[in-house]
């Protein structure tokens, strides 16, 4: 749905060029919730400019819905850019138009039949939950309603692609997640394809099946979400994930233990310690709940004979536990 290949992008300062995108190659599967996270300066917002055709790579190609996006004329441009919904951290709604008059706005510049625009208005604010709030203005609106509002106005011409950029970087925690369920919910029922950026982990972590994790223009690490989280392997992922504070340093033997889904909840641990009697010690823990079931990671040290802890392992890996050298 989403293919982006080798594309770099430079752009022109008084003192220099500035590169935002060095060499980036990623694939977004149809329906699929794809996050793209890094710190700010990473190129993440160029990336999705890249994707709606607002900004052209200086090398590398992007596709979007089967259509070549980098390399499409202006008219081409405009004729794909309906399947393309975009949502936006600040809102950018039409202050003076209503709610309904904010969702209409897409269709009416595509030229949808008036009648269908108000079925479709009607159908959308049921959608997003924002059933009597037609006449009100974005001044009337929380920050969450406004967002729900932008989400409705990006589904108008019932786009193949959506693109969230930050959606939900000014709302609070708890706004955040009704979001966040709602665009699942949206990918669920409708099998919609979701791109989207942020530098929060919380974001990711809810929502998304895989991510790119971005540093300097170039993508660093790319993959399922619960492999990067178990697994990170550059140091911003590391530091986005906030890893485990470690004060282990000085003991012996080290492991970190993954638990993937249903092994998350069971005693597994307790079993092989009792089973083997081995002297263990729990230095730190956590489960998160991705969006494909939980993953629990515990760091540990065992003092034990190098052939006790490997017969240990061995029965941790044998009851679905990943077991990683520190």
């Given amino acids: 749905m989403i293919s982006i290949s080798h594309v770099s992008k430079a752009f022109a300062r008084r003192d220099g060029p500035v590169v935002a995108l060095d060499d980036v190659s990623l694939h977004v599967a149809q329906g699929d919730i794809y996050g793209i996270i890094g710190y700010s300066g990473a190129g993440k917002s160029t990336l999705l400019r890249l994707m709606n055709g607002l900004e052209h790579p200086d090398q590398g190609t992007v596709t979007v819905a089967d259509t070549l996006i980098s390399a499409a004329p202006e008219r081409a441009l405009r004729a794909v850019r309906p399947k393309i919904g975009i949502i936006f951290q600040h809102f950018n709604l039409l202050w003076s138009r209503t709610v309904a008059g904010n969702i209409r706005l897409a269709m009416q510049i595509a030229g949808t039949p008036r009648a ?20 009100a203005y974005p001044s009337q609106l929380s920050g969450g309603q406004k967002q729900r509002v932008g989400i409705a106005r990006a589904l108008a011409n019932n786009p193949d692609v959506l693109l969230c950029d930050e959606a939900t970087s000014a709302l609070d925690p708890e706004t955040t997640d ?16 979701i791109a989207l950026i942020t530098h929060e982990m919380h974001v990711v972590r809810r929502i998304c099946n895989h991510v790119a994790v971005m540093e300097n223009g170039r993508i660093v690490e790319a993959g399922a979400v619960s492999d990067i989280f178990a697994n990170p392997q550059s140091a911003v992922t590391r530091s986005l994930l906030r890893t485990l504070p470690d004060d282990s340093a000085d003991a012996p033997n080290r492991l970190v233990l993954v638990y993937r889904g249903a ?23 956590r489960t998160n709940k991705l969006a494909d079931g939980p993953l629990g990671e515990l760091v540990i040290s065992v003092d034990a004979a190098p052939e006790q802890i490997a017969a240990f392992v061995t029965d941790l890996n044998a009851a679905g536990i990943e077991v990683h050298d520190v």
């Avoid at 009704?178 to 394809?193: K, M, P, S």
């Avoid at 998350?264 to 823990?285: D, F, M, N, R």
Wanted: proline share 3%; aromatic share 2%; no cysteine.
């Fill in 263 to 285: 092994v998350a909840s069971e005693p597994l641990l307790a079993a092989a310690i009792q089973k083997h009697g081995l002297p263990v010690t729990i230095h730190g823990g």
């Fill in 116 to 135: 269908q625009i108000e079925a479709r208005t009607a159908e959308l604010i049921r959608l997003v939950g924002l059933e009597g709030r037609a006449v």
């Fill in 178 to 193: 009704q979001i966040l369920d709602l665009l699942a919910q949206i990918n669920r029922d409708f099998g919609l394809t």
